[in-house]
């Protein structure tokens, strides 16, 4: 008799068990259009950001170029902005999608 109650009880603890299992939720990584869409533009701003940090570096190389060939200092400064508005514009592109 002790052993039909035993299993019984085995038998209902294993049903509880594998019911729990069921009821658990499973981890879910739903990727929807909207998270591609946020990661996109993410992505385009973080190219934006290193085209304009290209761009200063490019500048202070083509100002420092001047300035050792004995160019005018005004001159070397305008040639400097030149090149850093190019890579805003660059970056512009880059951030909003708008092929180059």
Do not use: F, W
């Not at 109650?5 to 259009?33: C, D, E, K, M, S």
């Not at 701003?45 to 160019?71: F, L, M, P, S, T």
């Not at 001159?75 to 508005?85: F, G, I, P, V």
Request: with cysteine; charged share 35%.
């Amino acid at each position: 008799m002790n052993r039909k109650i035993g299993l019984r009880v085995g038998a209902l603890g294993l049903a509880l068990v594998t019911t729990g299992l069921l009821v658990i939720p499973q981890p879910a990584y739903p990727q929807t259009q909207g998270m591609e869409r946020r990661q996109n533009r993410r992505g385009n701003r973080d190219d934006a950001r290193d085209e304009r940090q290209d761009g200063r570096h490019e500048g202070r190389d083509v100002k420092k170029e001047c300035k050792d060939a004995g160019g005018n200092p005004m001159e070397c400064r305008h040639q400097k902005r030149a090149t850093k508005h190019e890579a805003r514009e660059k970056s512009r592109d880059t951030r909003m999608g708008t092929p180059q």
